[in-house]
């Protein structure tokens, strides 16, 4: 067998999505030497581990990265993945990212003066590495899931692509965030009834007084809160997703919705003993808290449009109705009966880090880390919920975080020893001479 | 607005909770607790149980004093009423847990209780435990819980405080999520 090289460099990047990318892109603009390694290619979990109808939750306009920034006609629409995917190749390329693509890390370990990077294409050393590779490589899966009988059909998100691919009859979405909402619609308007397994959730509407929720989150600065800034930065991480969908209609896809629609709501799924699956009697307060904290977000929006001076610019405040429950949510339905055929987990993802031989990971198999900084020197972490602001899991947020981490990075490799975590806010990126159509299109 | 600011003192020392719940964080085996509670069975339908020691903080601990509890049946179903049902104790458990959560939240969110009182009526179909009707089950059908708190608060500050006092409960879970029981004779 041929034995490859062992590379040096000052930089590896592991994963080539928006983040990883965006980092290339900050290393780049410090003269950086740096490489990124991709197991499949840019963009890889989009290209196949996302479901055919997948809209962005988030708007157009919602995606910006150093040195780009949407320019089309539509910057309040919600692009399908092809199309994310086409802008990620093509930035990939703007920047003259250093990709190796189809190129597996299979073992990061500790060495004297950084890190051996082991892939299934040769080795790589190097003085910091940036752990690109997202918050969300496994669907996270209750411990009981395997007390599910096996007459029942069971899937994650990541290997669901369409209702056809389920047999008929009925099916039990596990999960009420932006994941589960949307798949369980989709089921139910394939005529596969469709039960919901609601627990804590985060209820928003699509729009607000005439804008989307995004552009109020933005404006208002709260998706540019800082990481220390909020109290209980363990619980602001672990938060679900809001219970948002992109569709040109721009609906809002709440559990009211989708009780009209005739998908039966129960509770948390809290466990299964012998074929029957067991709800929380806790639906209420879920929904109570939900509509509560929905009713915290909109007073600020509320807030905000008053003092500055933005009243007469957006539609009158409305607030939308309480979540319906019924009188007697369920409470326990039997798996083996036949009612339901199928089971979607819908219940959330967590970063896969087998590979990682850093004594880094906290006992719940997290990276411990000061907003991206690993406790582990030359080591950095992008792309999870909250890392360095209430944005940092979305594309939009990676310019910021690469750009305070490569800042960071940068002294790092000069004085070759951990810092504090200090760093100015963003140089504002340059606009790259890239995506030339969709301004010329305006 | 912060605690100090409002002067909000509703006797419960949210600082204390606080600072154990970072040193509990730090140390996760010292949050292990068992609650533990004795029962002696006296005549027909009377029992009576006696709390006193637990184990927590990575050791033995004791209450200041022990504490007794009589539960009987009421003469209706022909027992001497000695004490409240059983079933009557898991509502007192279920207020009493979640009027404590009240409290602990509202210190820490600077909310000033002027009163909190509550009332809870559990629902029972009597078919299931006396076995007159399969389908219908022993316990509560269900459990409803009324508020009535007096407040420096709005009214939506005031449901957040119940709503999250419900999140937090310890009972409240425990009655609304399954619980694996074994039950052993020695």
Request: some cysteine.
């Amino acid at each position: 067998m041929r034995q490859d090289p062992v590379r040096t460099i000052d930089s590896v990047i592991v994963g080539a999505g928006h983040a990883g990318l965006a980092m290339s892109r900050c290393l780049s603009g410090r003269s950086i030497e740096h490489v990124i390694l991709e197991r499949g290619e840019v963009a890889n979990s989009w290209k196949r581990e996302r479901w055919e109808s997948l809209r962005l939750l988030t708007p157009n306009w919602q995606s910006r990265l150093p040195g780009y920034c949407y320019e089309g006609d539509d910057p309040d629409g919600y692009r399908a993945v092809p199309e994310l995917i086409e802008i990620l190749d093509r930035y990939a390329r703007a920047i003259s990212a250093p990709l190796r693509i189809r190129t597996t890390v299979t073992a990061v370990r500790r060495a004297d003066n950084g890190y051996v990077v082991k892939t299934d294409q040769g080795e790589w050393r190097c003085r910091t590495i940036v752990i690109a590779t997202g918050a969300c490589n496994i669907a996270a899966v209750p411990s009981w899931a395997n007390a599910v009988p096996s007459t029942v059909q069971t899937l994650t998100p990541m290997q669901y692509r369409s209702p056809q691919q389920i047999e008929p009859g009925g099916v039990l979405v596990v999960g009420a965030s932006a994941t589960g909402i949307q798949l369980a619609v989709e089921i139910h308007r394939s005529g596969r009834p469709v039960t919901l397994c609601v627990g804590e959730h985060i209820r928003a509407p699509r729009t607000y007084r005439g804008k989307d929720t995004q552009w109020w989150m933005d404006v208002t600065g709260l998706f540019d809160q800082r990481y220390d800034q909020v109290e209980d930065i363990a619980r602001a991480r672990r938060l679900p997703s809001m219970q948002l969908v992109g569709t040109p209609e721009r609906l809002t896809l709440d559990l009211n919705a989708l009780s009209a629609t005739g998908i039966r709501l129960v509770g948390r799924l809290a466990g299964i003993r012998g074929s029957t699956a067991q709800f929380s009697g806790s639906l209420r307060n879920q929904c109570a808290l939900a509509d509560l904290k929905m009713g915290r977000l909109l007073d600020t929006f509320d807030l905000w449009a008053r003092d500055h001076g933005l009243e007469s610019q957006v539609e009158a405040p409305v607030r939308l109705p309480p979540t319906v429950v019924e009188q007697s949510p369920r409470l326990e339905l039997n798996l083996a009966s036949g009612e339901i055929k199928t089971i979607v987990w819908a219940t959330g993802y967590r970063p896969d880090y087998s590979w990682l031989q850093v004594p880094v990971l906290d006992h719940k198999g997290q990276i411990r880390h000061d907003g991206g900084v690993a406790e582990a020197p030359g080591m950095y972490v992008l792309g999870l919920q909250f890392l360095r602001r209430r944005k940092s899991a979305f594309i939009d947020g990676a310019a910021d975080d690469a750009n305070d981490l490569s800042e960071h990075l940068l002294h790092y490799l000069k004085h070759r020893r951990t810092i504090l975590n200090q760093m100015p806010l963003s140089e504002k990126c340059r606009r790259l001479p890239i995506f030339a159509e969709e301004r010329n299109a305006q | 607005m912060s605690v100090l600011e409002r002067q909000v003192n509703n006797g419960v020392n949210v600082q204390a909770l606080l600072d154990a719940r970072k040193a509990l964080s730090d140390a996760p085996e010292a949050a292990k607790f068992q609650w533990r509670a004795s029962c002696k069975w006296i005549n027909g339908t009377h029992s009576h149980s006696t709390i006193r020691n637990f184990f927590g903080l990575g050791g033995e601990q004791k209450h200041r004093t022990e504490f007794s509890f009589d539960a009987d049946h009421p003469e209706i179903f022909a027992s001497e009423d000695k004490g409240p049902t059983p079933v009557e104790y898991v509502l007192v458990g279920l207020t009493s847990c979640l009027t404590a959560g009240i409290a602990a939240v509202a210190q820490n969110r600077g909310i000033q209780l002027r009163s909190v009182t509550a009332t809870i009526e559990g629902s029972m179909d009597m078919q299931g435990i006396l076995g007159i009707d399969q389908d219908v089950r022993n316990g509560f059908d269900g459990i409803k819980v009324k508020y009535q708190i007096d407040a420096d608060a709005t009214p939506n500050e005031i449901k957040a405080l119940v709503a999250q006092s419900q999140k937090r409960s310890a009972v409240f879970d425990i009655i609304t999520n399954p619980t694996s029981v074994s039950v052993e004779v020695n």
